[in-house]
C-alpha cells in the first residue's frame, strides 16, 4: 500500500495550511480512515487510531472552550504527542495560537477546512480510498463507452491501441493505453487509471505517439474510470469453439474481485469499435434486466412448444 503526503492532502481539500513550517512532504498518511477526537480531548486514549487524519469539528471544539487553558493545554499536548499524522478543523475553525505552537513542537501539521465537518470526513474517506487502495498495473488499454469502462487486453500489435483511437473519434473516451493501474476501492469497484508519464497519449506503431487530449479535445480523456467489462482480444483460431449466444457471463479476476469477460477473435475485416460498443450497450441492457441471449431461448423454446 503506497502512503499519501498530507502536501497531496492539502492540494486535493484546499486547505489552508496553518503551520507552514514543517514539511508535509515527509507526512505521510497510510490509513484510509479519519478520526474525530472525543474522547481523547478527555484523557482516555485506549484503542485509539493515531495513524488516521484528527478532525476537529464543532461539538469538539465547544467542548475544549469550556476548558482552563491550563487544561486545553495539556490536553493537546497528549494528543499531539501520540503520534497523530495531522490535525484538521473543519467549518473555518481557527486553532488557537498555543495549539499551533504545540503543533509546530510535535511536528504535526495543522490545517483548516471550510466544510462541514461530515463533509469533510466524507470527502477525506472517499479520496484517501482511492489513493492508499491495492493496486496493480497490467498491460491493456481502458476507455469509457457510453458511461462503462471497458478494457481492452491482448498480445502486443493485434489492435488495441487502433480499436481505442476509432472508439475516440466515435465519441468515447480514452482513460488509458498500454499500462492501465488497477485500484481495488471497494469489493464490488475496480477503478483504472493511466500512469502520470503516458497519461492522455497512444502509440500507434508506424506513426508514433499521438497526444489524444490536443488531437480530440478534453472531452476525448477521463482521468479515472471503473471497470466494468474486460474485452480480450485473440487471433482468430479456426479449430476453436466460440461463444455464440453468451447465455452465460465469463469472468476474469483483478485483485480478487471478477469482472465480466469476453474474448474476442481477430480476423481481417472485423470493426472492432463497433463491436466494443456492442458489447458494452449489451452489458448495459443486461444491468437493466435484459439479456437478449435468454430472450431468443424463451422464443425458440415457445416455438418448440408450439410444433408439439
Not at 100 to 126: F, W
Not at 138 to 161: A, Q, R, Y
Not at 190 to 214: C, M, N, Q, W, Y
Amino acid at each position: 500500500m503506497c502512503g499519501v503526503t498530507i502536501t497531496e492532502l492539502i492540494d486535493k481539500l484546499g486547505l489552508r495550511n496553518m503551520t507552514p513550517e514543517l514539511d508535509t512532504d515527509n507526512v505521510v498518511l497510510i490509513h484510509p480512515d479519519v478520526n474525530r477526537p472525543a474522547l481523547q480531548l478527555t484523557g482516555f486514549f485506549d484503542h485509539f487510531d493515531k495513524d488516521r487524519v484528527q478532525i476537529i469539528g464543532y461539538v469538539e471544539n465547544a467542548y475544549l472552550d469550556t476548558l482552563t487553558p491550563e487544561r486545553r493545554h495539556e490536553v493537546f499536548n497528549d494528543l499531539l504527542s501520540a503520534g497523530i499524522p495531522c490535525l484538521v478543523y473543519s467549518r473555518g475553525i481557527a486553532p488557537d495560537r498555543d495549539v499551533l505552537e504545540l503543533c509546530n513542537y510535535h511536528g504535526v501539521p495543522c490545517m483548516v477546512s471550510e466544510q462541514k465537518t461530515s463533509d469533510l470526513m466524507a470527502e477525506v474517506i472517499r479520496w484517501l480510498n482511492v489513493k492508499l487502495a491495492p493496486m496493480i498495473s497490467i498491460h491493456g488499454v481502458l476507455v469509457d463507452v457510453f458511461g462503462e469502462g471497458v478494457l481492452i487486453m491482448g498480445e502486443s500489435g493485434i489492435g488495441k491501441s487502433e480499436a481505442a483511437l476509432e472508439l475516440i473519434k466515435r465519441g468515447h473516451r480514452l482513460v488509458s493505453d498500454d499500462v492501465v493501474e488497477i485500484r481495488r476501492v471497494s469489493d464490488e469497484t475496480l477503478i483504472g487509471s493511466a500512469p502520470d508519464i503516458t497519461r492522455h497519449f497512444i502509440e500507434l506503431r508506424g506513426i508514433g505517439i499521438i497526444d489524444v487530449k490536443t488531437l480530440f479535445g478534453v472531452e476525448s480523456v477521463k482521468d479515472t474510470q471503473s471497470i466494468d467489462m474486460v474485452i480480450k482480444l485473440e487471433e482468430w483460431d479456426k479449430d476453436k469453439e466460440y461463444d455464440r449466444l453468451g447465455m452465460e457471463d465469463q469472468y476474469t479476476e483483478f485483485l480478487g474481485n471478477k469482472v465480466v469477460c469476453h474474448s474476442i477473435p481477430i480476423r481481417p475485416g472485423r470493426n472492432l469499435a463497433i463491436i466494443v460498443e456492442s458489447a458494452s450497450v449489451n452489458y448495459r441492457q443486461k444491468k437493466m434486466g435484459y439479456n437478449a441471449a435468454k430472450e431468443l431461448y424463451k422464443r425458440v423454446q415457445a416455438n418448440l412448444a408450439q410444433r408439439d
